[in-house]
């Protein structure tokens, strides 16, 4: 049995790993999901909200050898926890995610894209510091083939998401990039384009690079798949150790 903590992406929460957890637990694996600061029911300001929040959100839920999965942003978030403190850090997995360049912020990363599926939907909030999506758009960008219970779950629950974490730098060491490092790559997102997951995905070893034929929610779309893949990891990280 594995420990997994899972790390959600801009402006959702805990809730939405809520079909992949039990999906973990009839594998064998006990596996539990956090809001970061500001997101799902955690009521930080969103002027308080940074990147090293969310990195020490990350650390203080973590007290043993955990496989920490982050999904979309959260390749920054967990990076950053693991360059805080990677005691408890057995291995990331990368879910469709950015996978950090050292030196640059996630807005770097998001903008150096070979195009930008995200942008006519992006909706910012000077006042607040915030951006948040079209909801006449998400749909067509984050669920499409996800079932109407999930897309009205996300409706319903998607926040705004605070801009400064994603333009902070990060630089990395090897705190975070001696760990064993994974990377599940969505060939059918339409919110980070897949052949730039692949440029990402470079930065693990090759074995170390899967695909699922998902959207950018496979937590939604092939929650089984999904935790297949994540058990999949855990027997490769325990033959490792």
């Not at 496989?67 to 057995?90: L, Q």
Request: with cysteine; hydrophobic share 40%; charged share 15%.
């Amino acid at each position: 049995m594995s420990e997994f903590l899972l790390i959600h992406g801009s402006c959702h929460g805990a809730w939405c790993w809520h079909r992949v957890i039990p999906a973990l637990a009839a594998l064998g694996h006990s596996a539990r999901a956090i809001d970061l600061p500001g997101h799902g029911r955690d009521r930080t300001p969103f002027d308080q909200v940074t990147l090293d929040s969310y990195a020490q959100a990350i650390c203080t839920a973590l007290d043993s050898p955990t496989i920490v999965v982050g999904h979309s942003m959260a390749g920054y978030p967990i990076t950053a926890a693991a360059e805080t403190d990677p005691t408890h850090i057995s291995a990331l997995v990368y879910l469709c995610a950015y996978a950090p360049v050292s030196g640059m912020t996630l807005g770097d990363m998001r903008r150096a894209g070979p195009h930008q599926p995200l942008a006519p939907a992006i909706r910012v909030n000077k006042d607040q510091g915030t951006f948040g999506f079209d909801p006449a758009q998400t749909n067509a960008l984050f669920y499409h083939d996800c079932d109407a219970q999930a897309q009205t779950l996300a409706t319903l629950c998607l926040t705004p998401q605070p801009i400064a974490p994603q333009e902070t730098v990060l630089t990395l060491t090897q705190r975070s990039q001696s760990l064993p490092r994974h990377y599940i790559r969505c060939t059918d997102d339409r919110a980070i384009p897949p052949e730039y997951q692949a440029v990402m995905a470079g930065s693990v070893p090759a074995a170390h690079h899967t695909t699922l034929p998902a959207s950018h929610s496979p937590f939604f779309a092939c929650p089984d798949a999904l935790a297949q893949r994540l058990h999949t990891i855990a027997q490769h990280s325990q033959a490792a150790t």
